[in-house]
């Protein structure tokens, strides 16, 4: 809606987009940092996951542009690879996720275990990423919605032409489109407030597959009245859709495999506890 540059700085045009980008990546640290906090973890623990986050975000955006890339590609073959900067939330989501994981296991199991206890970068790692899935999922969505409001913003990721009431018309554009930009953002917004109330209230340990699903369901729908075309990949479904589907399969086997892994971690807790 308001596609234009706002600001310069070092040469940088800064627009709506960005400013709703980085909001939300600001809600994103500040809750987790809460969250953890409200969670005893240790200083040290939550200094150490943060700064292994803002690089996952970092190389999660680089991969998800790459994806996007290898999406236009496939759609085009005759243009060439081209790295345009686009990108699909989706692909930095998986990109951003391997990325933490990787760097969270080379430090917590290689690198701080060989470090000197006085040395800076030591971390008393006394939680760790068992926890942090409990309610990392409520940081990506609050950080997701606020980057769909920046869509709507930017007038990309928009919907099919409708007639409805909700209708909105972007500039340059000559009928009205549905905002699936601004339905997507109450969603998110939604299930974050879901997510926090079973966490906060109820100490609900599955909340990694409520967003699995939840948000893997909402985006198979909604690629349906979507006018966003990301390139073809699986004959009948979007790219979207098909990552769609692998995240609520995901879903669906996290609550099982995190049931099954965490009734161990209590079993051996209440074996040391009942030894000592």
């Given at each position: ?142 950080a997701h919605g606020f980057g769909r409001i920046g869509c ?125």
């Amino acid at each position: 809606m308001y596609p234009n540059p706002l600001f310069n700085i070092f040469g940088v045009d800064i627009d709506l987009y960005a400013i709703m980008v980085l909001i939300g990546l600001i809600v994103c640290f500040i809750f987790t940092y809460f969250a953890m906090k409200k969670s005893g973890y240790s200083s040290s623990a939550r200094d150490t996951i943060l700064i292994i986050g803002f690089f996952a975000i970092a190389l999660g955006l680089l991969f998800g542009s790459l994806v996007q890339s290898i999406y236009d590609f496939i759609a085009n073959p005759s243009g060439g690879f081209q790295f345009t900067g686009k990108m699909t939330f989706l692909g930095g989501l998986l990109g951003g996720v391997i990325v933490y994981l990787g760097l969270y296991f080379l430090y917590v199991y290689v690198i701080n275990p060989r470090l000197k206890e006085k040395n800076i970068f030591k971390s008393d790692m006394n939680k760790g990423v068992w926890e942090l899935l409990r309610f990392a999922p409520i940081s990506i969505t609050l950080a997701h919605g606020f980057g769909r409001i920046g869509c709507f913003f930017a007038g990309c990721c928009g919907g099919i032409e409708t007639d409805m009431w909700f209708g909105v018309q972007f500039p340059g554009e000559l009928h009205k489109e549905v905002p699936t930009q601004l339905f997507e953002a109450v969603f998110l917004f939604l299930i974050s407030a879901v997510m926090i109330v079973l966490y906060f209230k109820f100490h609900f340990k599955y909340n990694m597959g409520v967003y699995l699903i939840g948000y893997g369901v909402w985006r198979l729908l909604i690629e349906f009245v979507r006018n966003d075309e990301r390139g073809a990949f699986i004959p009948g479904l979007t790219p979207s859709q098909f990552w769609s589907i692998l995240m609520v399969i995901g879903g669906i086997a996290f609550f099982f495999i995190y049931r099954y892994f965490d009734k161990k971690i209590e079993m051996k807790k209440a074996s040391e506890e009942a030894n000592q």
